[in-house]
C-alpha cells in the first residue's frame, strides 16, 4: 500500500494539509500567548503536562488508536504529521510520549481487554504517562543479557533488579519492564524474556536521578526489590518479551524525533544564512541531508502502518538520524559566533546549548550506534 492508499483508507477522514495547518495555527496561538518557549530536545526534556492536555483536547494523543478506546483512529502518517510540526516547533512534548508513541501501539497489539480498557482511554486523554525499562548496568545496549528477574508467585511475579536510563519515571504513572520470567538459554538468549505493567506507586519500586550536565532530571535508575505484579499486568505471552519489544524498537528508533531534536537550531540557521548571504552551502546541505531522513522515516510510517516488519529501516533511520544531529550542532558551532548560554537572551546561544548538552544521550537512547549498525548489518546478511 502506497501513501495515496493509506491516505484514502477508512480511518483516514482527515486531510493531511488541513491537518497540518490546524496544528500550526494551535502552535502559533500558543507561542504568541506564552505557553511555551521552543527548545532543543522538547520530546525528551520539555515535560508539561498541561501542553500534553491540550493536545489531547483536540485528538492529537493517541490519535491511531480506535475510537472506542478513546483514540481518534487516525492513520500512522497523520499522526506522523502532529508530531512533526510539534518537534519543528520545539514544543514542550516529553510528558506523553513513551506512551503515545510506544505504549498504545503495544498495548493495542498485544494487551488484554482489560488492559486496554485500563489504560488506553487515559493515554488518549493525556493523563497517563508511561516510562520504558529496557537497558541494565554492564549491559550497554545488548538487550538480550537482561537481568532483572520475575519469578512466579500466586496470582502474579515477583521483580527484583535494576534499570538504567529510563526517561521520565520520576513522573511516569507505569513502567513498562522487560524482565527474565525463565533462566536464560546459551542456545537462544532471547528466549525467556516478558514484559510487565508496573505501577510506579508499587511497593519496593525505587526511583533514583541520573542527573544531566544542567543538573536536570530526565534519566533514571529504577531498582526493583522484590515488586509484585499481578498476572493481570503481564503484556502479552510469558516467553515472547523479545518478540514484542523488538516490534516496539521500531516505533521508538524511526520516528521524526531521531532527527528533529535539534530543528529548532536548524531554523536559526536558515535564517542566518538568508539574513547575511553566507553559509548557504553549508545551511543546504544540512537541509538537503534533513529531507532525505524525512523521507526515510516516512517510509517506515507507511510500512508500520501496514503492519508490516520494520526493524533494519528503523534503526538505519536512528543511526543516521543520530549522526544528523550531532552535525546540525557542527554547523551551527561553525555558522555562529557566540557562545552557547542557556540564560541567553538570544536564540541561537539558548538552543545551541541546548544541543550541545543533550546530545552525549542522543547515541544512547533507543540503542548505541554501534548496536543499530549490527542490527542492520544482520538484516542485509552481511553477518
Known sequence: MGTAELLASPASQVPLAQLRLEVRAFLGDELARGGFVPRCDGWHAGWDERFTRALADRGWVGMTLPRRYGGSGLSSVHRYVVVEELLAAGAPVAAHWAADRQMGPSLLRFGTEEQRERFLPRIARGEFFFAIGMSEPD????????????????????????????????????????????????????????????????????????????????????????????????????????????????????GPERFLSTYPLVEELVARARADGRHRVLVGEVLARLWTLRQMSLGVAERLARGDPADVAAALVKDLGTRFEGEVIDAARSVFDLEPDLTSSDPAARLLAQAILAAPGFTIRGGTSEILRGVVARGLGLR
Request: aromatic share 6%; glycine share 10%.
Open 139 to 254: 549491559s550497554g545496549s545488548d538487550l538480550a543479557s537482561v537481568r532483572t528477574r520475575a519469578e512466579p508467585t500466586d496470582r502474579g511475579w515477583r521483580l527484583s533488579g535494576t534499570k538504567l536510563w529510563v526517561t521520565g519515571a520520576h513522573r511516569a504513572h507505569a513502567l513498562m519492564v522487560l524482565a527474565r520470567t525463565s533462566p536464560a538459554d546459551p542456545a537462544d538468549r532471547h528466549a525467556g524474556l516478558s514484559q510487565l505493567v508496573v505501577p510506579t506507586d508499587s511497593p519496593g519500586v525505587g526511583i533514583r536521578p541520573i542527573r544531566s550536565l544542567t543538573g536536570a532530571q530526565h534519566f533514571n535508575e529504577l531498582v526493583f526489590d522484590d515488586v509484585f505484579v499481578p498476572d493481570e499486568l503481564v503484556l502479552g505471552t510469558i516467553g515472547e518479551g523479545w518478540t514484542q519489544v523488538t516490534s516496539e524498537l521500531a516505533y521508538e528508533r524511526s
